[in-house]
C-alpha cells in the first residue's frame, strides 16, 4: 500500500463543501415557499442552461433517460421504428430509443475518437438499408424504418456532428444528441464555419445531471435542449402527463418533472460549470503529457474541430485489468466505462449480435481504462498516478521523468 493517501477516482464531496452555503440556500428556498416541483428555480434553472449550451430553449426533465426517450418522441420517432446508435455507450442510449418504443441498432465506433464512426455510418446506410415502396428507408437486418440517428458525446468530447448531420440530411434522418456526458464540450464545424455546443446542433439533445456528471445534481436530474419550438412544446407536455393545462390532458405522458430544489442546486453549479471544465482540460493535457512517452499506452485523441470536457479521461492499454489491480494496490481509484459493449449485453441476446459485428467497440471495452478526473484533481496527485501507471507499464519510468520536466511538475510535488 501506499505512503500517501489514496486518490479516488472521483471527488464529490469538495465541491458541494466549497458551495455548502448557496446550495443550503435553495434548500432553505425550496422550504420556505414549498415550492418542491416546477416554479421559479426550475424555471431560472432552465434558461441559464439554455444560454450555456446556445439553443433556444431547454427543458428539465426527471433524469437524463428520460430526456432522451422524451427528446426521442418528441422528434417524430415512431413506435417500430429503428434508431440507430453505438454500442459503446451506456445502457440508457438505448433504453431510451426501447422505452420510445422504437429499436435500437448499432453502428461501430471509430478507433481514435471512440464515438459513432461516419465512414461506418456511411456503409450501413449505404450497404445495409434499401428503400419500401412508399421511399421510405428500412434496415435489410430487422426490415423497419430507419429514421433517427442518436450520436453519443462519450466522455466528454462531441461525435463528428459534421459527417453525422450531413448523412442524415441525405436519408431524411432526424439527428438526436445524447449529451449526458458532454455538458459544455465544442465541435467545430467547417460546413458552417463556427464552433457549436453539444446540445445545440441537432434537433434536440439530452442531459443527465446524475452527481457524477461534469453538471451533477444532489440526486436525479435531466434535461432536453433544442432550438425548435414545437419539439419544446411537445416534451414540456410528455413531462406532465400530458397536460397543456391542469387537467387537460392532450395525450398519455409521464411524470418526467424535475425537483425544484433540484434545479436550484444545478444553477448554483452552472455558474462553476465553465471554469470546471477548463480546470479538467488542463488535467488532460497533464497526463497526455505525462504519459507521452508510454508506447504501451493510448491517451484519448481530440481532433482539432473538438474541443473536449473530459467528462472522463480514458487511457488504452493491453493489460487493463492487471494495471487496475496495480493501481487499486497503490491507493489510486479507476473505473472502467464500459466493460461489455451493449451488443454483447445479456438484455440484447435475443439480437444476435457477436463480437465480430462491432469489432471496435468489442476490442475498445476490453481495453479501456478511465483514470481519477475531477476538477479538484492536484497535480502531484495526477503525477502520482502516472508514477504509478508507468511502474506497471515498465520500462517508461525514465521517458515519463522527461515528460515530467516538460510539464514543468517535479517529483517533490508528490511529498
Ligand atoms: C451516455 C449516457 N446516456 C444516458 C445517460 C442517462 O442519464 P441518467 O443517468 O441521468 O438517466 C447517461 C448517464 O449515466 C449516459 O452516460
Redo the contacts with the bound molecule.
Keep these: 500500500m501506499s505512503k500517501h493517501s489514496n486518490i479516488p477516482f472521483l471527488d464529490l464531496v469538495t465541491p458541494h463543501v466549497e458551495l455548502e452555503q448557496e446550495l443550503t440556500a435553495v434548500f432553505r428556498r425550496a422550504l420556505l415557499t414549498a415550492g418542491f416541483i416546477g416554479g421559479p428555480m426550475v424555471e431560472e434553472f432552465e434558461q441559464a442552461f439554455a444560454s450555456f449550451c446556445d439553443v433556444s430553449h431547454s427543458i428539465a426533465i426527471s433524469?437524463?433517460?428520460?430526456a432522451?426517450r422524451f427528446a426521442i418522441m418528441a422528434c417524430g420517432v415512431q413506435p417500430g421504428d429503428v434508431v440507430l446508435t453505438v454500442p459503446h455507450?451506456?445502457i440508457?442510449?438505448t433504453e431510451?430509443i426501447s422505452q420510445a418504443g422504437a429499436f435500437p441498432e448499432f453502428v461501430d465506433i471509430d478507433e481514435h475518437t471512440y464515438n459513432m464512426s461516419v465512414e461506418k455510418l456511411q456503409l450501413f446506410l449505404e450497404g445495409q438499408c434499401t428503400r419500401d415502396t412508399f421511399g421510405k428507408l428500412i434496415s435489410r437486418r430487422s426490415h423497419r424504418p430507419v429514421t433517427a440517428i442518436v450520436p453519443?458525446h462519450?466522455y466528454g468530447q462531441m461525435a463528428d456532428m459534421d459527417g453525422i448531420l450531413k448523412l442524415a440530411d441525405k436519408y431524411g434522418l432526424t439527428v438526436i444528441e445524447?449529451a449526458?456526458?458532454a455538458h459544455g464540450a465544442e465541435y467545430f464545424s467547417k460546413r458552417l464555419n463556427r464552433w457549436f455546443k453539444a446540445g445545440s446542433m441537432g434537433r434536440a439533445a439530452?442531459f443527465?445531471?446524475?452527481p457524477g456528471?461534469n453538471l451533477g445534481a444532489c440526486g436525479?436530474?435531466?434535461a432536453v435542449t433544442t432550438n425548435d419550438a414545437a419539439v419544446s412544446t411537445k416534451i414540456r407536455t410528455l413531462r406532465d402527463h400530458g397536460q397543456v393545462k391542469k387537467y387537460f390532458h392532450d395525450v398519455e405522458g409521464y411524470n418526467g418533472r424535475l425537483d425544484s430544489m433540484q434545479a436550484g442546486f444545478l444553477h448554483v453549479k452552472l455558474a462553476h460549470l465553465a471554469q470546471w471544465n477548463e480546470q479538467r482540460r488542463e488535467h488532460a493535457a497533464r497526463y497526455s503529457q505525462l504519459l507521452s512517452g508510454d508506447e504501451s499506452i493510448a491517451c484519448p485523441y481530440e481532433p482539432s474541430w473538438s474541443r473536449a470536457v473530459y467528462h472522463l479521461y480514458v487511457i488504452r492499454t493491453a493489460d487493463r485489468d492487471g494495471m487496475i489491480q496495480h493501481l487499486q494496490e497503490a491507493g489510486i481509484g479507476t473505473g472502467i466505462h464500459y466493460p461489455v459493449p451493449l451488443h454483447l449485453q445479456k438484455a440484447y441476446a435475443s439480437l444476435g449480435h457477436s463480437a465480430a459485428d462491432f469489432p471496435v467497440a468489442a476490442q475498445v471495452a476490453s481495453e479501456i481504462l478511465s483514470l481519477p478526473m475531477f476538477p479538484q484533481l492536484t497535480a502531484a496527485q495526477q503525477l502520482r498516478v502516472v508514477e504509478q501507471v508507468a511502474r506497471f507499464t515498465s520500462g517508461a519510468l525514465q521517458k515519463r521523468g522527461v515528460a515530467a520536466e516538460v510539464a514543468g511538475i517535479s517529483a517533490e510535488q508528490t511529498a
Design positions: 433524469s437524463g433517460t428520460d432522451l455507450t451506456f440508457a442510449t431510451a453519443v462519450l445524447d449526458c456526458q439530452a443527465s445531471f446524475y456528471k436525479e436530474a435531466g
